[in-house]
C-alpha cells in the first residue's frame, strides 16, 4: 500500500505555468510506475502522462504533449508534472496515481489538487 500527497494546485492565467509535485510513501518509489491523470467538470478521468520507474519512458495524452513534462526524483520519492502554455482546457482536478504499467491504470490514487486556468 503506498500514500500519495500531491501539492497543491492553483489559479493561472492562460499561457502560465505550474508545476505539481507528488510525494509517495510506503513502498520503494522506484519500483512503481508514475502517472498523473485528470478529471474536468462534467468528463471522465484521463491519463495525462505516465513514466516508467527509472523515468526511461515517458507516454502523454496527445493535447499535452509538448507542454507538460513527466519527471520523477526516486531519491526524493516524488513525481513532478511542470505543465507550460497552460490553455483553459486545462482545467481539472489533477491526481497524482501509481502502479499498473506505462500509459495504462493505476492501483493507488492520490487526493486530486485543482487547477484552474483562467482566458
Known amino acids: 500500500q503506498v500514500q500519495l500527497v500531491e501539492s497543491r494546485g492553483g489559479l493561472v492565467q492562460a499561457g502560465g505555468s505550474l508545476r505539481l509535485s507528488c510525494v509517495v510513501s510506503?513502498?520503494?518509489?522506484?519500483?512503481?510506475?508514475m502517472h498523473w491523470f485528470r478529471q474536468a467538470p462534467g468528463k471522465e478521468r484521463e491519463m495525462v502522462a505516465s513514466?516508467?520507474?527509472?523515468?526511461?519512458?515517458?507516454v502523454y495524452k496527445e493535447s499535452v504533449t509538448g507542454r507538460f513534462t513527466i519527471s520523477r526524483d526516486n531519491g526524493k520519492n516524488t513525481v513532478y508534472l511542470q505543465m507550460n502554455r497552460l490553455e483553459p482546457e486545462d482545467t481539472a482536478v489533477y491526481y497524482c496515481a501509481a502502479g499498473g504499467m506505462l500509459g495504462g491504470s493505476p492501483n493507488s490514487w492520490g487526493q486530486g489538487t485543482q487547477v484552474t486556468v483562467s482566458s
Open positions: 513514466i516508467s520507474g527509472f523515468g526511461g519512458r515517458t
Open positions: 510506503g513502498r520503494t518509489f522506484s519500483d512503481y510506475v
